[in-house]
């Protein structure tokens, strides 16, 4: 896949955070050498958090997310400030930049302990330093800039670096891409795992179960199945794929036997009938569990399905947007299951796309798709103000599963990782 057509979850996500003027969008537009933000000297240009795909080398395909001002006092104030803070919750490292000839003060501080409690890592570009006094060389420094509010060390013992640049002549440029690459090489190292990789060893066949309905996109596959199956063919095994109904046909082969059987969760009880209970079982939806989240806790979570009673409020979120069809899984299959399992009604809300409720106390439960469309840090953060709030959350696949009876059995490939 090239870098210009990876998708926005599988990219670093860079929050570019501080006042209004304070040159945040200038420097996207000096690290990108491009004009992909829109720049003014008018306070509040950028009115709400704007995604700016790109690469940086040494780093790869990122995404920087160009936020309002923290200091903004419209009337839209507390809105642009809440996008701010949504952005931070899918940021895997955030870039504070302060105004150098005004230094840091009270706004910034709110800032750093925002991300420090939030535990997302940060550098903060001291930019306008071709201005007046501030005029200076562009070395990185491991000290705040003169002003108001010196930074306080962090509560990891550590402070973030400070690179002094110029978003006008591009001063210390280098510097800080350096610095953002440092940063990204560290989250490396604590990076999601594999999708289904570490399940399998080189040479091993994962049959892919991928229904051709109406819900399929015309000529293309979705992309959690795209993904699935580079993961696979990265660690050297082989991806098999079948439509349902030829499954049978496999599997009346004597010597076809798969070390795991991936299938859409739409499926899971067609799919469970015909693999035998030897052949490991899973679904595309619980790989993507473990992958973008924490697969113990929405394990967890399936539990709470047999605590429901009738008249509960569930709320069903979906990262994506797109227009349901007839019996579309997540608002029509899904309810119908659990109040099946249920026996009787119980109230459903929907939440769909980048937005997430700020009250979650009101539900009894949390259902979540798979969020092939979010990065592992956005689909965290949701997972952790679930947790905030006391309430249990599952997803889609692990939802259909326990429905179905069969969610052991789902998990079962998952064991041997010691997450379950």
């Not at 996207?28 to 080398?57: F, P």
């Not at 796309?353 to 469309?373: F, Q």
């Amino acid at each position: 896949m090239s870098l210009d057509k990876t998708p926005r979850s599988n990219r670093y996500h860079i929050a570019i955070l501080g006042r209004m003027n304070s040159g945040k969008s200038s420097l996207i537009n000096a690290l990108a050498q491009q004009d992909v933000a829109v720049v003014s000297s008018i306070a509040g240009t950028t009115t709400d958090a704007v995604h700016k795909a790109m690469e940086i080398h040494g780093t790869g395909p990122v995404v920087f997310i160009d936020t309002p001002g923290v200091d903004d006092a419209s009337l839209l104030s507390e809105a642009r400030i809440t996008r701010t803070k949504k952005a931070i919750d899918s940021a895997d490292l955030a870039i504070v930049v302060i105004d150098a000839p005004k230094g840091e003060g009270e706004p910034e501080q709110k800032l750093y302990a925002h991300l420090e409690e939030k535990q997302v890592p940060y550098i903060v570009a001291v930019n306008k330093i071709d201005i007046g006094d501030h005029e200076q060389d562009s070395s990185e420094s491991s000290s705040p800039s003169p002003g108001p509010g010196h930074r306080p060390s962090s509560s990891r013992g550590t402070s973030p670096p400070y690179v002094h640049v110029s978003a006008k002549t591009q001063a210390g440029r280098d510097k800080l891409l350096k610095a953002i690459s440092e940063q990204a090489a560290k989250a490396k190292e604590q990076r999601e795992p594999p999708i289904v990789g570490d399940l399998i060893n080189p040479g091993e066949i994962v049959l892919l179960v991928i229904p051709l309905d109406e819900q399929a996109p015309k000529g293309r596959l979705i992309l959690p199945q795209v993904q699935t199956i580079r993961d696979i063919l990265d660690h050297n095994g082989v991806a098999v794929a079948v439509k349902v109904e030829e499954l049978g046909q496999l599997f009346a082969e004597p010597h076809f036997s798969p070390q795991l059987v991936v299938t859409d969760s739409q499926v899971f009880q067609e799919v469970d009938k015909v693999v035998p209970p030897s052949v490991p079982l899973t679904s595309f939806s619980i790989l993507f569990a473990r992958h973008k989240g924490n697969l113990k806790l929405l394990a967890q979570g399936a539990q709470a399905l047999d605590l429901l009673q009738p008249g509960d409020m569930v709320l069903i979120a979906e990262a994506c947007t797109h227009h349901p069809i007839a019996d579309d899984i997540g608002t029509v299959q899904i309810p119908r299951l659990i109040d099946a399992k249920v026996g009787g009604a119980l109230v459903y809300e929907w939440q769909k796309g980048g937005d997430y409720p700020e009250d979650l106390t009101r539900y009894k439960l949390i259902i979540h798709c798979g969020g092939c469309m979010l990065n592992r840090r956005a689909m965290c953060s949701r997972l952790e103000a679930a947790a905030h709030a006391g309430v249990p959350i599952t997803n889609y696949g692990m939802t259909i599963a326990a429905c179905h009876g069969i969610l052991p059995r789902a998990l079962g490939p998952f064991r041997k990782t010691s997450l379950i």
